[in-house]
């Protein structure tokens, strides 16, 4: 089991209309508010999540628990693919705070 697998089975049960776009990303109506477009995206690789109407953003241990899920749920759910989530979200950081990144290359202080 990996990321990918456990976020196709969120796709699949709780995202209503959800059509792969982009770089390997979910978009989709959110799940949390009456949506009429897709507002809420989900990326396949990470597990990382943002709903853009506001209604918040994070991993994918956090979605879980928005969906519903207990606690001991989550864990258990998420014990096969931990190393790999912690390695999403590190990758996901240092691309972040890269001099190669756009917008830190426009804002860098001189």
């Known amino acids: 089991m990996n ?13 209503k209309g959800a059509r792969l ?3 390997g990303e979910y978009a ?3 799940p949390f508010h009456e949506d009429a477009s897709p507002s ?10 943002i709903c853009h109407a506001g209604c918040g953003s994070g991993g994918l241990a956090y979605l879980l628990r928005r ?3 207990r606690r001991g749920q989550v864990d258990k ?3 096969p693919i931990a190393a790999d989530l912690k390695a999403a979200a ?3 950081k240092s691309r972040l ?10 804002h860098a202080l001189p």
């Open 40 to 49: 809420f995206f989900i990326n396949r690789k990470s597990g990382l999540w």
């Open 67 to 69: 969906l519903g899920f």
């Open 77 to 79: 759910a998420l014990a």
């Open 97 to 106: 705070r890269s001099p190669t990144n756009p917008y830190i290359a426009a």
């Open 90 to 92: 590190k990758t996901k």
């Open 3 to 15: 990321v990918t697998t456990v976020v196709q089975q969120v796709v699949d049960t709780h995202l």
């Open 28 to 30: 989709s109506p959110c």
């Open 21 to 23: 776009v982009g770089d």
